[in-house]
């Protein structure tokens, strides 16, 4: 009886890793949708990544800059590459909510972009629900 209780238990265990290891796979490819397509100039992976209602907020100087995800999408061509390095730097997720930390190397105009972005698993799909970002000039 032991041996069984003990076999469900890691089995159990096992397939919530399995759902956790799903998940940042998930979570990732929306990052990497989000990343490719800023660089690429694929509006509909841009598209795909963001929830139709997020906003991007950033300060500048002192005062708050809000953009709607609709806006953002716009200044992307279809097709135009854009000089972008963006790599995923953390993801910390927890059933149906995650967080992201992504680095953007803009070299065309010398700087390099750190957004925050937290997603939410919204009818089984991932989606950036909101970006915060900021960036520093590289160093002379």
Excluded: C
Excluded at 57 to 69: F, M, N, Q, W
Excluded at 84 to 90: F, P, Q
Excluded at 115 to 132: N, P, Q, T
Aim: glycine share 8%; no cysteine; net charge positive.
């Amino acid at each position: 009886m032991k041996k069984a209780l003990l076999l469900a238990l890691l089995f159990i265990g096992f397939q919530g890793l399995q759902a956790q290891e799903s998940d940042l796979e998930l979570i990732r490819s929306t990052l990497l949708d989000y990343i490719e397509g800023t660089a690429n100039g694929e509006a509909d992976r841009i598209r795909n990544a963001f929830h139709v209602d997020l906003n991007l907020y950033a300060v500048e100087g002192d005062t708050l800059r809000a953009r709607s995800g609709q806006q953002y999408i716009g200044y992307f061509e279809d097709g135009k590459k854009r000089n972008r390095i963006g790599n995923i730097v953390s993801i910390d997720h927890e059933n149906n909510a995650a967080m992201a930390k992504i680095r953007v190397d803009m070299p065309g105009s010398k700087r390099l972009y750190t957004d925050y972005l937290l997603l939410l698993k919204i009818a089984g799909e991932w989606k950036i629900i909101h970006k915060s970002y900021t960036y520093v000039p590289y160093p002379k």
